[in-house]
């Protein structure tokens, strides 16, 4: 069964399980990753546009969700990283620039840390360039999420935080249909049991390590209603600081900007793709 809207996805065998992906447009490469929790779904507004653009797009489940393997030992911003290390090698189309939501851009940071050759730029929406609470708060939220995300509530307790808190501020299109379809996804066992295995394994600070050895040119963006974040600017700032990352916080807009402002993310994210792939043109 697909756990996403669309059913013509391909796998990619990776060490311990498949990751699935979808690829669509000709032109130079642009991998969509989605964040903790979510599906290839989360890009259905910048997907058509950016093929349309004249960009092939690739849009990635991450391991344990959507239509990819559930049965991956490891979890995280580092082996995420190495997901897409292996797709963009396999798809031998060139350095790609990778947009990330969430962990996804977390992971794609690291990935242009560990292989700058196939990463033209990066490009965060809500993304995590450090561990935003203590080490021992962390420690504490582990805890909490294997009781939160346990069957049977599991999957309701998700859709329910993704609807109150994370999709706070302008509205989601299609909102209801998009929690039904996260609602269905984790209401599998196998998916659920993956997703608290990367609640419980998540830790940021494997980015913030790697943040010294980017490279290339990264956009941040962000939104003020984003609950993740205590401070949208400071962490703005930081990721300005620690790797010239050009960005904004949006106003009025929580954890997903892909969906909430997509029209704006576009605004910045197709300039940025024209200087990128340029760069990555000349250096070749």
Do not use: C
Not at 77 to 97: C, I, N, Y
């Amino acid at each position: 069964m697909s756990h996403s809207t669309d059913t013509d996805f391909q796998h990619l065998t990776v060490p311990e399980g498949r990751i699935a992906y979808t690829d669509a447009g000709a032109g130079r490469l642009v991998v969509l990753v989605p964040g903790m929790g979510d599906l290839r779904a989360t890009y259905a507004l910048l997907t058509p546009a950016l093929v349309d653009a004249g960009y092939r797009v690739v849009v990635t489940d991450l391991r344990g969700h959507g239509d990819s393997d559930t049965d991956f030992r490891a979890y995280g911003d580092a082996v995420t990283a190495s997901d897409l290390v292996a797709l963009v090698e396999h798809l031998a189309s060139g350095p790609a620039v990778l947009v990330g939501n969430s962990m996804g851009g977390s992971a794609a940071l690291i990935a242009a840390a560990d292989r700058p050759e196939l990463v033209a730029g990066v490009v965060t929406l809500s993304g995590f360039y450090r561990e935003p609470v203590s080490p021992a708060v962390s420690s504490l939220l582990r805890l909490v999420y294997r009781v939160l995300f346990a069957r049977p509530w599991g999957a309701a307790v998700w859709s329910w935080y993704v609807r109150s808190a994370l999709s706070k501020g302008r509205p989601t299109p299609d909102l209801d249909a998009r929690i039904a379809l996260l609602r269905e996804t984790f209401s599998d066992p196998a998916h659920l049991r993956a997703f608290r295995r990367l609640t419980t394994a998540l830790d940021h600070r494997e980015t913030e390590a790697r943040l010294p050895d980017v490279r290339t040119p990264v956009l941040a963006v962000f939104g003020d209603t984003d609950p993740d974040f205590s401070d949208p600017e400071s962490e703005l700032a930081f990721a300005r600081e620690s790797v010239g990352a050009e960005g904004v916080v949006l106003g009025g807009v929580g954890h997903y900007p892909q969906l909430q402002a997509a029209g704006d993310v576009l605004a910045l994210l197709l300039p940025f793709l024209a200087s990128a792939t340029h760069r990555s043109g000349a250096d070749a």
